[in-house]
């Protein structure tokens, strides 16, 4: 048995990223321009059902930009899950609103409707589910709830490029969304991020936040900021989108292999109606997940990730007080293994079999 090392997120770049980032570095412009603007195009015609998306440097500006365009500021209140990336209340947080948060289901980790209804109070503004693991969260039940209270949604779709609930596209539920572009994500342009919309005013707004206010040169309308995308960046993410079905579809299957051989762990819920795009692949560790976690790696050399092992809630940049039962359960029994699509058949078996070993003995 080889026991070269399985990380649990690899990158893959080859030649075509290569060649595209060449090319961009022969021509001699390298800021935002004609590949933004054609990774732009690109990414609402095949993610988002045609949809605007504006690229930016980060999921997080992403994020932070789409939620200032919304209008959100002090004041304000966003509902978010505490079992999250930090990333999704800092947005919030840097806007000036308050992040509330709330607790999550079991199945699937998405932020759960009857909780979010608790939290609505005056100040509530919008609320923001995160596709988690690429796993579109209940938009059904949240869409109800914002409808029934005058509410924005607005979507953390970071892990989620792809993923659908009943043919519908994560991504465009929302007053807008935020993918991020990020390395170990399921696509990615180095560092990115887009905000999805259907509000060509917020899109606007999004333009013009991301370049000092201006849609002019030295006309600048609004106070804004540098959060620009470059071409070379942008030549990477549209190698990775024409890639990414291809890419999707072995995660897919490698979930599927995984949900099929696994043995005595528990396995990824999925939703009726949903296509899981697996940015991760969780399985539950009822005792001891921290051990196991360990023996994986050492024994095995298998990496695996918590995602995430401090609720967002509890870390010290926002300690708050909240009780989030199930938000409690899963930091402690979450473990992701390797899915994405550099894995062989090799790795596959091996993942299965040093996960059914370690579950048997009780490790
Ligand atoms: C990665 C991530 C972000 C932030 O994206 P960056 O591109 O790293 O800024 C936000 N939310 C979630 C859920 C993420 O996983």
Redesign the pocket.
């Known amino acids: 048995m080889s026991k070269e090392f399985i990380p649990v997120a690899r990158p893959l770049i080859g030649s075509a990223e290569r060649g595209a980032v060449d090319a961009v570095l022969r021509s001699g412009m390298l800021a935002q321009g004609r590949e933004v603007a054609s990774f732009e195009q690109e990414f609402g015609r095949d993610l988002l059902d045609g949809r605007a998306a504006v690229a930016v440097n ?6 932070h930009l789409g939620l200032l365009a919304a209008g959100v500021g002090p004041g304000d209140e966003v509902v978010v899950p505490s079992f ?2 930090a ?2 209340a800092n ?1 919030v947080a840097l806007t000036g609103a308050t992040p509330v948060f709330a607790d999550i289901r079991r199945e699937a980790y998405g932020i759960d409707p009857a909780h979010v209804a608790t939290l609505i109070g005056e100040r509530t503004r919008g609320i923001m589910p ?1 596709h ?1 693991y690429g796993h579109p969260a209940d938009m059904a039940g949240l869409g109800w709830l914002a409808e029934q209270h005058g509410l924005d949604l607005y979507e ?1 779709a ?2 989620a490029h792809g993923a659908s609930l009943h043919g519908q596209l994560v991504g465009t539920f929302g007053r807008f969304a ?1 993918f ?3 390395p ?2 399921n696509m990615t342009s180095g ?3 887009m905000v999805a919309t259907g509000d060509a005013e917020l899109a606007r707004t999004v333009q013009l936040l991301r370049n000092q206010g201006m849609a002019t040169q030295y006309a600048n309308e609004i106070v804004g900021f540098n959060a620009r995308m470059t071409d070379v960046h942008a030549a990477i993410g549209r190698v990775q989108l024409a890639d990414l079905p291809e890419r999707t579809e072995a995660r897919r299957a490698n979930a599927q292999f995984f949900d099929t051989n696994l043995t005595g762990v528990g396995l990824p819920a999925v939703a009726d109606g949903v296509v899981h795009v697996y ?1 991760q692949y969780t399985i539950t560790i009822p005792e001891g997940r921290d051990g196991f976690a360990a023996a994986l790696r050492e024994e095995y050399a298998i990496g695996a990730g918590v ?1 995430y092992p401090t609720p967002v809630h509890r870390l010290p940049a926002f300690s708050r007080d909240a009780e989030l039962p199930n938000t409690e359960w899963a930091k402690d029994r979450v473990l992701s293994l390797p899915v994405h699509p550099a894995l062989d058949d090799e790795d596959r078996e091996r993942i299965v079999n040093a996960v059914n070993a370690l579950a048997g003995a009780g490790a």
Not at 58 to 63: D, E, H, I, M, V
């Open positions: 980060s999921g997080t500006s992403a994020l999250t990336f990333a999704t947005a995160v988690l953390d970071a892990q935020a991020s572009l990020y170990t994500k560092e990115g991020g940015h995602y």
